[in-house]
């Protein structure tokens, strides 16, 4: 069975600090690996997504950034926070090359940022 | 401009009725349409999709209806049970496959028993 975790569950931080959230896939082999952003009530939006090892695409530029170490894991970062940062961080996988390309979620990281 | 938009924000129906979750898009080029069914503070649940080939969708109590002509796709929730009370996001894609995911803003349900 596929399983998806996040890390960590929930973060206080500072304005001006670093963040590094992390997503870990296990039981699948090279699936493609996306970050979502949700506003307290509001809607998701995508911020990456990467088909492969090293590689990853922006969607919307929010001074963050993401990287992909390792087949099963996925990183989004950024050196300094903003207030606007703050929200719940989603990472989602899927099947590479399906037609109905499933994603799946996992259960995210509440960020504030104070 | 929102791309993938849903209505009505918000509804209340009771125990045993239908809901209805409206919702429409603007881009010919989405072809896949999952729904998904988010509790507060969790991350969201497939709860059933459809492709835009077809007209309908069903999954136990739940139905997608689509019309591609009029880009137009709602979701029924037939016998509404209390633990149906969640937000419903309908979301789209376009038909290359890596990308992620365009959203509505969702439609927050409430059954009440």
């Known amino acids: 069975a596929q399983t998806i975790h996040q890390w960590p569950v929930a973060e206080i931080k500072a304005v001006g600090s670093p963040l590094s959230l992390g997503c870990t896939i296990k039981g699948k082999s090279s699936p493609n690996l996306y970050w979502y952003w949700q506003a307290t009530g509001g809607t998701l939006q995508q911020l990456f997504y990467?088909?492969?090892?090293?590689?990853v695409e922006s969607v919307v530029q929010l001074n963050l950034s993401a990287s992909r170490p390792k087949d099963d894991q996925f990183i989004l970062s950024t050196e300094k926070l903003l207030l606007s940062h703050s929200g719940f961080y989603l990472c989602?996988?899927?099947?590479?090359?399906?037609?109905?390309?499933?994603?799946?979620f996992g259960p995210g990281t509440r960020l504030l940022v104070l | 401009q929102q791309q993938v938009r849903q209505s009505p924000q918000s509804l209340t129906v009771w125990e045993g009725e239908t809901a209805i979750l409206n919702c429409s898009y603007e881009?010919?080029?989405?072809?896949?349409f999952p729904w998904y069914q988010q509790f507060p503070g969790e991350g969201p649940a497939l709860l059933i999709s459809?492709?835009?080939?077809?007209d309908k969708k069903e999954d136990g109590r739940f139905t997608i209806f689509f019309n591609k002509r009029e880009k137009k796709l709602s979701l029924h929730i037939a016998d509404s049970q209390p633990g149906d009370s969640a937000t419903y996001f309908c979301?789209?894609?376009?038909?290359?496959?890596?990308?992620?995911?365009?959203f509505g803003l969702g439609t927050r349900v409430s059954v009440f028993p």
């Open positions: 979301a789209a894609r376009k038909n290359n496959y890596a990308q992620g995911l365009t």
């Open positions: 990467s088909i492969t090892v090293g590689q």
């Open positions: 459809i492709l835009s080939v077809s």
């Open positions: 881009n010919s080029a989405f072809d896949y």
């Open positions: 989602a996988w899927s099947l590479p090359g399906g037609a109905q390309d499933t994603q799946y």
